[in-house]
């Protein structure tokens, strides 16, 4: 698919809830999330969030809105995404344009399934940090040049031991629920910040 069919695909499907698409080297891919899926995205979306709130810094949840970029011919939609460092820069906008705005600072991906690999994409499009869960396993990758590093910390959070701490806490919020894993996460935070 050329990227003038995927612009009037995307024209065509408006909003579309339940499913996912990716966009590169005119190859259209498209995903329909699974409860499990959902379920491990929110509840990772909330212990960002939380993280945010607690450390007093303004941010903004795209959600899963489609990045797209004819300059590189690319696009994706990631699970949950984030403006936190550039959040000022769009503070108000209803339409996000990769041309004039920066990328999100931060995009998740939570990949289950499939093992899919968007990293390219994402790097294309300049989001500087991506994370990745594949149900068990929370991988972090830093935008370094072209290319995603893995990196043991987040550039966002670089205090926080997190790729064992959201995976621990996800799992807690299945045994106990959320709200109790969200304050745990909060004393773990308070916790982090005092140290």
Do not use: N
Not at 26 to 36: A, C, R
Not at 103 to 116: K, N
Not at 163 to 180: K, M, N, Q, Y
Request: aromatic content about 8%; proline content about 6%; glycine content about 6%.
């Amino acid at each position: 698919m050329d990227w003038a069919s995927f612009e009037a695909f995307l024209e065509q499907m408006g909003d579309r809830p339940g499913m996912r698409l990716a966009y590169d080297a005119e190859v259209l891919e498209l995903m329909t999330p699974l409860l499990e899926h959902e379920d491990d995205k929110e509840i990772i979306g909330d212990l960002i969030r939380t993280l945010l709130e607690m450390l007093d810094i303004e941010f903004r949840s795209i959600g899963s809105t489609t990045l797209r970029s004819p300059a590189v011919a690319k696009g994706v939609e990631p699970d949950q995404c984030f403006y936190i460092a550039h959040e000022s820069a769009i503070r108000g906008k209803r339409t996000i344009d990769l041309s004039i705005d920066p990328p999100p600072d931060l995009a998740l991906e939570i990949d289950i399934t499939t093992r899919r690999d968007h990293r390219p994409i994402y790097a294309a499009l300049r989001v500087p940090e991506l994370w990745r869960f594949d149900g068990t396993h929370l991988q972090i990758y830093c935008l370094r040049g072209d290319g995603y590093l893995e990196t043991e910390r987040s550039d966002q959070f670089p205090g926080f031991a997190l790729t064992d701490a959201i995976p621990r806490f996800l799992e807690r919020s299945r045994v106990d629920g959320r709200t109790a894993a969200l304050r745990a996460f909060r004393d773990w935070s308070r916790r982090m910040l005092a140290s």
